[in-house]
């Protein structure tokens, strides 16, 4: 079992910044994978970004890639996801999750652990 704990959600105007912390816990090292996800009101999940513990891959998605960084600190069990020129079609709540895979994966059903999630909203 892999816990995860998302924080770092808030209001914020549009072109600021915002950075988010999934804590991860228990046995991570079944799960080398670890995404965001976001899902906006009235909208499906999506693919925000993914990274492997071990550092070696990243992915973004295209609405994200160029404003988003996501990173990780294996001491910490903690990913990050660096969210800059932030717009209002950002606003969402903002999933972390972990996956056994070994690829970086973009679809959610691949994903076996996700946290509560954080709300994120970008006014205009």
């Known amino acids: 079992q892999v816990q995860l704990v998302e924080s770092g959600g808030g209001l914020v105007q549009t072109g600021g910044s915002l950075k988010l912390s999934c804590v991860a816990s228990?046995?991570?090292?079944?799960?080398?994978?670890m995404g965001w996800f976001r899902q906006a009101p009235g909208k499906d999940r999506e693919f925000v970004a993914g990274?492997?513990?071990?550092?070696?891959?990243?992915r973004y998605s295209g609405s994200v890639k160029g404003r988003f960084t996501i990173a990780r600190e294996i001491g910490e069990n903690t990913v990050y996801l660096q969210m800059n020129t932030l717009k209002p079609d950002d606003t969402a709540v903002y999933y972390c999750?972990?996956?056994?895979?070994?690829?970086?994966?973009?679809?959610?059903?691949?994903?076996?652990?996700w946290g509560p999630g954080t709300q994120v909203t970008v006014s205009s």
């Open positions: 228990g046995r991570t090292s079944s799960s080398p994978v």
């Open positions: 990274i492997k513990w071990s550092g070696s891959g990243t």
């Open positions: 999750a972990a996956r056994a895979g070994v690829v970086v994966s973009n679809d959610q059903r691949e994903y076996d652990y």
